[in-house]
């Protein structure tokens, strides 16, 4: 099956300091999406991609779509205490149109 | 509710024993799937819903996991003679419509602990 191999596997960084982690996949997706997981929450939806090249912003974060569609980074700029949490890289590949991929996630720790 | 609800959030439970997890999705939301998470691992797909077409199981490990939806809500999520390589977290996801089924909305899981 498909997978995605999601890096760092974990970041410890300052306040202030800016994030980028990524996903790679022999397959090609067509639409790529970013969450977040808080402890003991669920997954929650930061930014979605659906062409090739695309790159979109929401607030403090940034995340492209590889032109191979075979790729995905997320950057976080400017990064504070509550960016703490795990990361997930997810992609559905040509196909589907439920079925997601998730990356095993970044986790990631901000010291203030 | 406002959100996806699942229950109970934690569950013990002896190796052998059966377990139900139960998934409350948005109403009005006709796609609901399940998610396993391991310790250290991205989510792992389970099984799908999507109205009443018949559901996709092909990511239940084993034929000790089922599942169902009733009424087209509430969905139950059984695992008979836990393992103790059954603990993770068990996530319940619903979607609004069958076009934008990748915006998934979690609920906070429930964490097996099979001793």
């Known amino acids: 099956g498909q997978q995605l191999n999601q890096s760092p596997q974990s970041m410890f960084i300052q306040e202030g300091e800016d994030v980028s982690m990524n996903c790679t996949s022999s397959?090609?997706?067509?639409?790529w999406l970013w969450y977040k997981q808080d402890p003991g929450e669920g997954p929650v939806l930061l930014i979605a991609l659906y062409k090739a090249g695309e790159l979109t912003s929401n607030g403090r974060l940034t995340a492209q779509f590889g032109i191979t569609r075979k790729d995905s980074f997320l950057n976080i700029s400017a990064s504070i205490p509550s960016d703490v949490g795990i990361y997930f890289c997810a992609g559905l590949v040509r196909g589907s149109n439920y079925k997601l991929t998730f990356g095993k996630g970044t986790l990631l720790t901000v010291n203030p | 509710g406002a959100g996806v609800s699942q229950s109970p959030s934690n569950k013990v439970t002896e190796k052998g024993k059966d377990v139900e997890l139960r998934c409350d999705p948005i109403s009005g939301h006709t796609a609901l799937y399940w998610y396993r998470q391991s310790l250290g691992q991205g989510l792992e797909f389970l099984i799908y819903f999507q109205g009443n077409s018949a559901p996709d199981k092909s990511g239940l490990p084993s034929d000790r996991f089922s599942a169902e939806r009733t009424g087209g809500s509430v969905s139950t999520l059984t695992i008979q003679r836990t393992q103790q390589e059954d603990s993770a977290v068990y996530l319940c996801?619903?979607?609004?419509?069958?076009?934008?089924?990748?915006?998934?909305?979690f609920g906070s899981g429930t964490q097996l602990s099979v001793l």
């Open positions: 996801a619903s979607s609004s419509t069958h076009s934008t089924n990748e915006k998934l909305f």
């Open positions: 397959s090609i997706f067509n639409t």
